[in-house]
């Protein structure tokens, strides 16, 4: 079953149990999905490596949101931001720890013969696509500029 086909489920589920911040937060990602599908230039398969990408960008902009409105004084609508990305997290990939992330940076350095901040590219290419939706991008380039420099 496809992470599409899941949501699906899942939006039946929360309509049958009522909940109302799980509903409203996988008919999002269901919107943000069809209109991935849809796009124009879009492939004809739609992917759960896709879906995946779609669902970080989902969690950081709800994280971002949340963050603002606390700083605005609304902790109602910060609670409502945060409850709808615990949502969408359930559906990502385990992310890996710190120290995982620094193992398979270090294997990644090992195997491409990086020793210096210039090699940081080649290093990142590789590491983003193998951690992609296992840990942020952010949280992988610092490791790299710090096991480089």
Avoid: C, N, W
């Avoid at 960008?57 to 963050?67: G, H, L, P, T, Y």
């Avoid at 609670?79 to 398979?104: D, N, S």
């Avoid at 990644?108 to 210096?116: C, E, K, P, V, Y």
Wanted: hydrophobic share 40%; aromatic share 4%.
């Amino acid at each position: 079953m496809t992470l599409f086909d899941t949501i699906t489920d899942e939006i039946k589920k929360a309509m049958l149990a009522k909940d109302r911040v799980r509903l409203d937060a996988l008919r999002g990602v269901k919107k943000e999905f069809i209109e991935a599908k849809t796009a124009k230039g879009a492939s004809e398969e739609f992917t759960d490596d896709r879906a995946i990408a779609i669902l970080h960008k989902m969690v950081k902009q709800r994280k971002e949101s949340a963050e603002i409105y606390k700083e605005q004084g609304r902790a109602d609508l910060a609670e409502t931001e945060i409850e709808q990305m615990q949502v969408i997290q359930e559906f990502l990939p385990k992310q890996l720890t710190q120290q995982e992330i620094e193992v398979e940076v270090m294997r990644i350095i090992t195997d491409t013969g990086a020793s210096t901040m210039k090699d940081m590219g080649k290093v990142m290419a590789i590491a983003t696509k193998e951690l992609g939706g296992k840990a942020d991008g952010s949280t992988i380039s610092a490791i790299v500029r710090q096991k480089l420099s």
